[in-house]
């Protein structure tokens, strides 16, 4: 058997990450029929293709390098797939069709190629030059700017050609409240979330006491204000990359939607300060200045609730299968939106976390 490799990152409580990765299928997998097809889209041969390494899924993901010398990302579905996988690759394959303008935010779409189960599109190859985590304050502040210039540029038709965010359920319940704070009502998922801390007994006490506001708030996502444009849903350092330190791209678009600027930012940011960036409340200070927009009290209120929610009704669960590190990430990204709760409710905070 494999050894898991252990990984040590500084976070607010020591974390130990079995960093075992995902099961993906190997480039002798995938069907001749495909290869060719790949083969016509990138130009010429494909002298070798290795697997690419990174998110949290069992997707196919390769890197193809063909024999003039150039490199292709590639990724799609296989045999054996999840069905919610399918579905999220054959909604980012028909943005990548139809909005153009997601290559000014990320690579450039070149195909698709298709065969049996087996779905690949291809994007421009572009090099992860800088490793994130760990964040720099550059790196941080490139991030930002990102995210502020995607929200204040989407195409002039993107009301018409994405789904209205608070109307779908694709984002599992996200906007309904459907598994969040209100689901800690039940004995079991109650002991998955409390189980997840270093004195059981306290993280029982502190939310007897705020579970009812909590529910409150995240009932009322669906009705926050400020900006509207298009939302990327799943921002997260393994969805960004650092060609250049200052200037991320953004890849990874299935659950694009129109719908709430705030819900980005606040998802994005507890993952940062769970990999040991800055804090959230930081964070959000930047987005504002670049944004040029402050987000009413109320409304960030009920979005950091809804997050917290989020990851509180999940994190404690079992894990899914071909997704070994699904509840570490999301572990990781709890606590720091726990406490960014605590601050922006003015409440006591969340006990300490225990050793994941």
Known sequence: MRKAIVVKLKVEAQVSVDAQRESKPAWSQVPAEAKDQLARMVGGGIADATIAWGG????????????????????????????????????????????PELAHFGPAFRGAAHHDEWHLLVLDYVERAFEVPPWSAEAFR???KLLARFHAHPPARARELLPVAQEQTEF??????????????????????????????????????HLTEFIALEAQISHIGGPQSWVHHDVRSDNLLFHTVDAPML???????HGPTLMDVAFFLPS?????????????RLYEEASGHRFAARDLAITVATVAGFFAARAGQPD??????????????????????????EIDASPAPGPF
């Open 56 to 99: 949290y899924g069992p997707s196919a993901t390769f890197i193809l390098h063909t024999t003039d010398g150039k490199k292709f990302f590639c990724k799609g579905t296989h045999p054996g797939f999840t069905e919610m996988g399918k579905a999220a690759f054959h909604t980012e394959l028909s943005y990548y069709l139809s909005i």
């Open 172 to 209: 599992m319940g996200l906007y309904r409240a459907e598994h969040g704070w209100k689901s800690l009502a039940e004995p079991e998922q109650r002991a998955g979330f409390l189980a997840l801390f270093g004195d059981h007994d306290a993280a029982a006490r502190w939310l007897d006491a």
């Open 272 to 284: 940062v300060a769970g990999e040991g960036g800055p804090s959230p409340s930081e964070g959000l």
């Open 320 to 345: 899914i299968a071909g997704l070994p590190r699904l509840r570490w990430v999301q572990k990781l990204q709890l606590f720091p939106s726990l406490r960014w709760l605590s601050q922006v409710m």
């Open 142 to 144: 490139g991030a930002i």
């Open 251 to 257: 890849v990874d678009f299935p659950f694009l939607a």
